[in-house]
């Protein structure tokens, strides 16, 4: 399977997946 | 005189932490937005002139001012009192601002950590700083690329974690 770390879409991609992640733990610890 | 107060001093160390960290990840958009992806267009001829003089030039700025990135900014969030709260992510304190600027200070750490430990010690295997093989060097080209890729994803929440802190929480 082709790493996504090798392209620098995939790269960006998962950077904003992650962002993401971090926004919903803010989220829940703000009590929504 | 008044304008010289802690409050300055603190900014004194952001404004550092700012700049040196602007170094920090613009050379690393710069390696992996810029140098990398021109390399296989570059001829074999004028290669040497970005491994023998640009990139271990690039590297020494990248690699000090991510440890200058790491000082000033621990230094910053001990003069403000929350760097346990913040490494805690919050999670003892409760407040956003913390868990916001605890996010974004893990993520620089396992950046820089990357930076040290993993991307500089195989950077100077592929670019002959260091006795290696070709197999050793194809190896240590390989594990640095992904590394430094590592770092521009991970440098994506970060800021966002980091800006946020200052500005939303």
Not at chain 1, 3 to 8: C, G, M
Not at chain 1, 16 to 31: C, E, K, P, Q, R
Not at chain 2, 73 to 90: D, F, K, R, T
């Amino acid at each position: 399977m082709k790493n996504p770390l090798d392209s620098l879409t995939g790269t960006i991609i998962a950077g904003l997946v992650i962002t993401a992640l971090h926004i919903f733990y803010m989220i829940n610890m703000s009590g929504g | 005189m008044e304008y010289f107060d802690n409050n300055w001093l603190i900014f004194m160390f952001r404004w550092l932490h700012v700049l040196s960290g602007v170094m920090w990840i613009g050379l690393l958009w710069y390696f992996n937005f810029v140098q990398t992806p021109s390399m296989a267009k570059i001829a074999a001829e004028h290669k040497p002139a970005v491994t023998k003089h640009i990139a271990p030039e690039a590297l020494f700025w990248f690699r000090w001012s991510a440890l200058s990135t790491v000082i000033t900014g621990l230094i910053v969030a001990q003069m403000n009192g929350y760097v346990e709260s913040a490494l805690a992510m919050g999670l003892t304190d409760g407040v956003l601002k913390h868990a916001a600027i605890g996010f974004g200070m893990w993520l620089g750490l396992i950046m820089a950590a990357n930076v040290w430990f993993i991307i500089w010690p195989n950077q100077k295997k592929v670019l002959g700083m260091v006795e290696a093989t070709a197999d050793e060097k194809a190896k240590a080209a390989r594990t640095a690329a992904l590394a430094s890729r590592t770092n521009t994803m991970l440098s994506i929440p970060m800021l966002y974690a980091m800006v946020s802190a200052q500005n939303i929480y």
